[in-house]
Protein backbone atom coordinates (compact mmCIF):
# COMPACT_ATOMS: atom_id res chain seq x y z
CA UNK A 1 0.00 0.00 0.00
CA UNK A 2 0.78 3.50 -0.75
CA UNK A 3 2.69 5.31 2.44
CA UNK A 4 -0.45 8.43 3.26
CA UNK A 5 2.03 10.42 5.53
CA UNK A 6 1.82 14.26 4.07
CA UNK A 7 4.69 16.24 2.63
CA UNK A 8 4.69 20.07 4.02
CA UNK A 9 3.09 21.08 0.94
CA UNK A 10 -0.17 18.54 1.95
CA UNK A 11 0.43 16.33 -0.77
CA UNK A 12 0.13 12.90 -0.07
CA UNK A 13 3.22 10.56 -0.55
CA UNK A 14 2.67 8.08 -2.83
CA UNK A 15 5.44 4.72 -2.99
CA UNK A 16 7.39 5.53 -6.10
CA UNK A 17 8.17 8.36 -8.93
CA UNK A 18 8.83 7.39 -12.06
CA UNK A 19 12.42 9.38 -12.72
CA UNK A 20 14.72 9.50 -15.79
CA UNK A 21 13.17 6.17 -16.69
CA UNK A 22 13.20 3.98 -13.53
CA UNK A 23 10.49 4.12 -10.29
CA UNK A 24 12.00 5.03 -7.42
CA UNK A 25 11.06 5.36 -3.86
CA UNK A 26 9.57 9.10 -3.22
CA UNK A 27 12.30 10.37 -1.10
CA UNK A 28 14.86 8.86 -2.90
CA UNK A 29 13.49 11.24 -6.20
CA UNK A 30 16.28 14.26 -6.03
CA UNK A 31 17.83 16.37 -8.00
CA UNK A 32 21.17 18.36 -7.44
CA UNK A 33 20.26 22.05 -6.60
CA UNK A 34 23.04 23.39 -9.38
CA UNK A 35 20.26 21.75 -11.59
CA UNK A 36 19.61 24.37 -14.14
CA UNK A 37 15.66 24.36 -13.94
CA UNK A 38 15.69 25.23 -10.15
CA UNK A 39 17.95 28.78 -11.44
CA UNK A 40 16.02 29.77 -14.64
CA UNK A 41 12.83 28.05 -14.79
CA UNK A 42 13.88 26.16 -17.86
CA UNK A 43 11.77 23.40 -17.61
CA UNK A 44 8.04 22.23 -18.54
CA UNK A 45 5.37 20.56 -16.81
CA UNK A 46 1.98 18.89 -17.49
CA UNK A 47 -1.17 17.94 -14.98
CA UNK A 48 -2.91 14.91 -16.22
CA UNK A 49 -5.92 12.96 -14.17
CA UNK A 50 -7.19 10.07 -14.10
CA UNK A 51 -10.52 8.75 -12.81
CA UNK A 52 -12.59 5.11 -11.54
CA UNK A 53 -14.98 4.49 -14.14
CA UNK A 54 -18.14 3.78 -13.42
CA UNK A 55 -17.70 0.15 -14.47
CA UNK A 56 -14.97 -0.04 -12.00
CA UNK A 57 -12.03 0.21 -14.42
CA UNK A 58 -9.90 3.59 -13.58
CA UNK A 59 -8.58 5.35 -17.21
CA UNK A 60 -6.78 8.69 -17.72
CA UNK A 61 -8.31 11.43 -18.97
CA UNK A 62 -6.79 12.39 -22.73
CA UNK A 63 -3.57 11.25 -21.90
CA UNK A 64 -2.19 10.88 -25.30
CA UNK A 65 -3.31 14.47 -25.92
CA UNK A 66 -1.68 15.90 -22.70
CA UNK A 67 1.78 14.23 -23.75
CA UNK A 68 1.69 15.76 -27.14
CA UNK A 69 1.69 18.84 -25.58
CA UNK A 70 4.35 17.74 -23.30
CA UNK A 71 6.52 17.16 -25.99
CA UNK A 72 5.40 20.28 -28.30
CA UNK A 73 6.32 22.45 -25.16
CA UNK A 74 9.70 21.11 -25.16
CA UNK A 75 9.88 21.74 -28.88
CA UNK A 76 9.31 25.73 -28.57
CA UNK A 77 11.88 25.50 -25.29
CA UNK A 78 14.59 23.88 -27.43
CA UNK A 79 14.90 20.47 -25.04
CA UNK A 80 15.38 17.39 -26.69
CA UNK A 81 13.31 14.81 -24.49
CA UNK A 82 15.19 11.59 -23.99
CA UNK A 83 11.76 9.71 -24.55
CA UNK A 84 9.63 9.38 -26.92
CA UNK A 85 5.16 9.90 -26.50
CA UNK A 86 4.98 6.62 -26.29
CA UNK A 87 7.32 5.96 -24.04
CA UNK A 88 5.97 8.52 -21.81
CA UNK A 89 2.86 7.35 -22.45
CA UNK A 90 3.60 3.61 -21.10
CA UNK A 91 5.50 5.80 -18.05
CA UNK A 92 2.24 7.28 -16.99
CA UNK A 93 0.27 4.30 -16.94
CA UNK A 94 2.90 2.46 -15.46
CA UNK A 95 3.45 4.63 -12.44
CA UNK A 96 -0.14 4.66 -11.35
CA UNK A 97 -0.28 1.21 -11.43
CA UNK A 98 3.23 1.07 -9.15
CA UNK A 99 1.03 2.98 -6.53
CA UNK A 100 -2.08 0.67 -7.07
CA UNK A 101 -4.40 4.25 -7.38
CA UNK A 102 -7.25 4.02 -8.79
CA UNK A 103 -7.51 7.87 -9.16
CA UNK A 104 -5.88 10.92 -8.63
CA UNK A 105 -3.17 13.07 -10.58
CA UNK A 106 -0.12 12.86 -12.74
CA UNK A 107 2.28 15.61 -12.90
CA UNK A 108 5.15 14.96 -15.98
CA UNK A 109 7.77 17.33 -15.54
CA UNK A 110 11.29 17.79 -17.95
CA UNK A 111 13.88 20.36 -16.94
CA UNK A 112 17.71 21.15 -18.06
CA UNK A 113 19.84 19.33 -15.47
CA UNK A 114 23.24 20.27 -13.95
CA UNK A 115 26.52 20.35 -15.74
CA UNK A 116 27.47 24.44 -17.12
CA UNK A 117 26.11 27.03 -15.61
CA UNK A 118 24.90 30.46 -17.26
CA UNK A 119 21.80 31.70 -18.97
CA UNK A 120 23.37 30.06 -22.18
CA UNK A 121 24.34 26.61 -20.72
CA UNK A 122 22.71 23.38 -22.29
CA UNK A 123 22.64 20.72 -19.95
CA UNK A 124 21.20 17.02 -19.98
CA UNK A 125 17.73 17.24 -19.75
CA UNK A 126 15.79 14.99 -16.64
CA UNK A 127 12.51 13.86 -16.98
CA UNK A 128 10.06 12.78 -14.00
CA UNK A 129 6.63 11.74 -13.42
CA UNK A 130 4.90 12.03 -10.09
CA UNK A 131 1.24 11.15 -8.94
CA UNK A 132 -0.94 11.66 -6.54
CA UNK A 133 -4.37 11.90 -4.56
CA UNK A 134 -5.54 15.43 -5.72
CA UNK A 135 -9.48 16.88 -5.09
CA UNK A 136 -11.15 19.60 -5.98
CA UNK A 137 -8.20 21.94 -6.20
CA UNK A 138 -10.42 25.23 -5.84
CA UNK A 139 -12.69 22.77 -2.91
CA UNK A 140 -15.46 21.16 -3.39
CA UNK A 141 -17.67 23.95 -1.83
CA UNK A 142 -16.38 25.93 -5.03
CA UNK A 143 -16.99 23.04 -7.08
CA UNK A 144 -20.88 23.29 -6.29
CA UNK A 145 -21.66 26.75 -5.45
CA UNK A 146 -18.85 28.80 -6.95
CA UNK A 147 -15.75 30.89 -5.71
CA UNK A 148 -15.19 34.70 -5.33
CA UNK A 149 -12.25 35.76 -8.01
CA UNK A 150 -10.64 39.29 -8.57
CA UNK A 151 -9.01 40.69 -11.17
CA UNK A 152 -5.26 40.97 -10.62
CA UNK A 153 -3.09 43.71 -10.90
CA UNK A 154 -0.57 41.72 -12.86
CA UNK A 155 -1.27 41.12 -16.12
CA UNK A 156 -0.86 38.14 -18.01
CA UNK A 157 2.37 38.57 -20.35
CA UNK A 158 2.06 39.43 -23.58
CA UNK A 159 2.40 37.15 -27.21
CA UNK A 160 5.95 38.16 -27.54
CA UNK A 161 6.76 37.94 -23.55
CA UNK A 162 6.24 34.46 -23.40
CA UNK A 163 5.83 31.77 -25.63
CA UNK A 164 1.83 30.91 -24.89
CA UNK A 165 1.86 27.19 -26.07
CA UNK A 166 4.34 25.76 -24.03
CA UNK A 167 3.37 25.05 -20.40
CA UNK A 168 7.35 26.33 -18.81
CA UNK A 169 8.15 26.57 -15.17
CA UNK A 170 9.47 29.70 -15.18
CA UNK A 171 6.55 31.63 -16.58
CA UNK A 172 4.20 30.35 -13.85
CA UNK A 173 6.22 33.15 -11.79
CA UNK A 174 3.09 35.31 -12.85
CA UNK A 175 0.19 32.98 -11.91
CA UNK A 176 2.03 32.82 -8.80
CA UNK A 177 2.22 36.16 -7.76
CA UNK A 178 -1.95 37.28 -9.03
CA UNK A 179 -2.66 33.73 -7.10
CA UNK A 180 -0.91 35.29 -4.27
CA UNK A 181 -2.38 38.59 -3.82
CA UNK A 182 -6.07 37.02 -4.28
CA UNK A 183 -5.27 34.77 -1.61
CA UNK A 184 -4.45 37.20 0.73
CA UNK A 185 -7.31 39.83 0.11
CA UNK A 186 -9.66 37.08 0.85
CA UNK A 187 -10.62 35.26 -2.58
CA UNK A 188 -10.12 31.87 -4.08
CA UNK A 189 -8.96 32.70 -7.71
CA UNK A 190 -7.81 35.62 -9.51
CA UNK A 191 -8.20 36.92 -13.05
CA UNK A 192 -5.48 38.31 -15.39
CA UNK A 193 -6.45 40.55 -18.07
CA UNK A 194 -3.88 40.77 -21.41
CA UNK A 195 -1.68 44.01 -22.09
CA UNK A 196 -4.29 45.66 -23.88
CA UNK A 197 -6.78 44.97 -20.89
CA UNK A 198 -8.98 42.31 -22.17
CA UNK A 199 -9.09 39.46 -20.07
CA UNK A 200 -7.11 36.44 -20.54
CA UNK A 201 -7.54 33.66 -18.16
CA UNK A 202 -7.00 32.74 -14.36
CA UNK A 203 -3.43 31.41 -12.67
CA UNK A 204 -4.19 28.32 -13.96
CA UNK A 205 -7.29 27.71 -15.55
CA UNK A 206 -9.26 29.24 -18.95
CA UNK A 207 -11.88 31.09 -18.48
CA UNK A 208 -16.01 31.04 -19.76
CA UNK A 209 -18.72 33.12 -19.55
CA UNK A 210 -22.35 32.98 -20.23
CA UNK A 211 -24.39 35.87 -21.35
CA UNK A 212 -27.84 35.36 -23.43
CA UNK A 213 -27.68 31.85 -23.69
CA UNK A 214 -24.61 31.82 -25.53
CA UNK A 215 -20.74 30.98 -24.45
CA UNK A 216 -18.21 32.83 -24.61
CA UNK A 217 -14.35 32.41 -24.20
CA UNK A 218 -11.28 34.42 -25.15
CA UNK A 219 -9.69 33.02 -28.32
CA UNK A 220 -6.52 31.21 -28.92
CA UNK A 221 -4.74 34.71 -30.27
CA UNK A 222 -4.99 35.74 -26.06
CA UNK A 223 -2.15 35.22 -24.09
CA UNK A 224 -3.96 32.01 -22.64
CA UNK A 225 -2.62 28.18 -23.28
CA UNK A 226 -4.45 25.97 -25.34
CA UNK A 227 -6.04 24.17 -22.55
CA UNK A 228 -6.98 20.54 -23.61
CA UNK A 229 -9.81 20.81 -20.55
CA UNK A 230 -10.72 23.88 -22.43
CA UNK A 231 -11.15 22.29 -26.07
CA UNK A 232 -13.47 19.31 -24.06
CA UNK A 233 -15.74 21.73 -22.92
CA UNK A 234 -16.39 23.43 -26.24
CA UNK A 235 -16.59 20.03 -27.89
CA UNK A 236 -19.40 19.12 -25.35
CA UNK A 237 -21.16 22.09 -24.91
CA UNK A 238 -21.50 22.27 -28.89
CA UNK A 239 -22.71 18.78 -28.51
CA UNK A 240 -25.42 20.34 -26.20
CA UNK A 241 -26.55 22.52 -28.38
CA UNK A 242 -25.01 25.45 -27.27
CA UNK A 243 -23.35 28.54 -28.96
CA UNK A 244 -19.59 28.95 -27.91
CA UNK A 245 -18.08 32.13 -29.20
CA UNK A 246 -13.95 32.31 -28.93
CA UNK A 247 -14.27 35.87 -28.62
CA UNK A 248 -12.10 38.71 -26.50
CA UNK A 249 -14.35 40.31 -23.50
CA UNK A 250 -14.13 42.93 -20.60
CA UNK A 251 -13.77 42.21 -17.12
CA UNK A 252 -17.21 44.39 -17.16
CA UNK A 253 -18.76 41.80 -19.46
CA UNK A 254 -17.75 39.23 -16.37
CA UNK A 255 -19.73 41.59 -13.85
CA UNK A 256 -23.18 41.76 -16.33
CA UNK A 257 -22.63 38.20 -17.25
CA UNK A 258 -25.34 35.41 -16.09
CA UNK A 259 -22.70 33.11 -15.67
CA UNK A 260 -18.59 32.96 -15.40
CA UNK A 261 -17.07 29.68 -15.20
CA UNK A 262 -13.24 28.38 -14.90
CA UNK A 263 -11.72 25.05 -16.23
CA UNK A 264 -8.72 22.81 -16.01
CA UNK A 265 -6.61 19.29 -15.52
CA UNK A 266 -6.78 20.77 -11.69
CA UNK A 267 -9.81 22.83 -11.46
CA UNK A 268 -11.88 20.67 -13.54
CA UNK A 269 -15.22 22.71 -14.16
CA UNK A 270 -15.93 25.34 -11.56
CA UNK A 271 -18.31 28.15 -11.57
CA UNK A 272 -17.48 31.61 -10.08
CA UNK A 273 -20.32 33.10 -8.24
CA UNK A 274 -18.71 36.28 -7.69
CA UNK A 275 -16.00 38.89 -9.09
CA UNK A 276 -14.48 41.89 -8.10
CA UNK A 277 -17.04 41.91 -5.35
CA UNK A 278 -19.95 41.66 -7.60
CA UNK A 279 -22.32 38.95 -7.83
CA UNK A 280 -22.05 37.02 -11.44
CA UNK A 281 -25.70 36.31 -12.47
CA UNK A 282 -27.87 34.94 -9.76
CA UNK A 283 -24.52 34.80 -6.98
CA UNK A 284 -24.72 30.81 -7.23
CA UNK A 285 -23.28 28.26 -9.46
CA UNK A 286 -25.93 28.52 -12.64
CA UNK A 287 -27.58 25.82 -15.22
CA UNK A 288 -24.68 26.00 -18.46
CA UNK A 289 -21.92 25.57 -15.36
CA UNK A 290 -23.83 22.86 -13.68
CA UNK A 291 -24.87 21.07 -17.44
CA UNK A 292 -21.29 20.77 -18.55
CA UNK A 293 -19.74 20.43 -15.34
CA UNK A 294 -21.83 16.78 -15.55
CA UNK A 295 -21.04 16.29 -18.89
CA UNK A 296 -17.59 16.35 -18.24
CA UNK A 297 -17.39 13.95 -15.42
CA UNK A 298 -19.63 11.80 -17.49
CA UNK A 299 -17.22 11.22 -20.06
CA UNK A 300 -14.34 11.45 -17.66
CA UNK A 301 -15.69 8.61 -15.89
CA UNK A 302 -16.33 6.49 -18.99
CA UNK A 303 -20.17 6.87 -18.38
CA UNK A 304 -20.69 8.70 -22.29
CA UNK A 305 -19.42 6.30 -25.25
CA UNK A 306 -19.34 9.08 -27.26
CA UNK A 307 -16.13 10.38 -25.57
CA UNK A 308 -14.43 6.90 -25.01
CA UNK A 309 -11.85 8.24 -27.26
CA UNK A 310 -10.35 10.50 -24.50
CA UNK A 311 -9.67 7.60 -22.25
CA UNK A 312 -7.23 5.29 -21.69
CA UNK A 313 -7.26 2.38 -19.59
CA UNK A 314 -5.10 1.24 -17.15
Not at 18 to 25: C, I, R
Not at 68 to 92: D, G, N, T, W
Not at 242 to 260: G, I, P, Q
Request: aromatic share 8%; hydrophobic share 40%.
Amino acid sequence: MADTSSTSQGVKKTDKIWLDGKLVPWDDARVHVMSLGLHYGVGIFEGIRFYQCSDGRSAVFRLREHIKRFAASAHILLMELPYSEEQLVESCLSLVRANKMDQGYLRPLAFMGDGAMGLGAINPVRVGIMAWDWGSYLGEEGMQQGIRAKVSSFTRMGVNSQLLRGKITGQYVNSVLAKREAKLAGYDEAILLDTHGWVAEATGENVFIVREGEVYTPPLSSPILEGITRATLIKLMKDMGLKVREEAFTRDSCYLADEMFLCGTAAEVTPVRELDNRKVGSGSAGPVAKGVQKAFFKAARGEDPRYREWLTYL
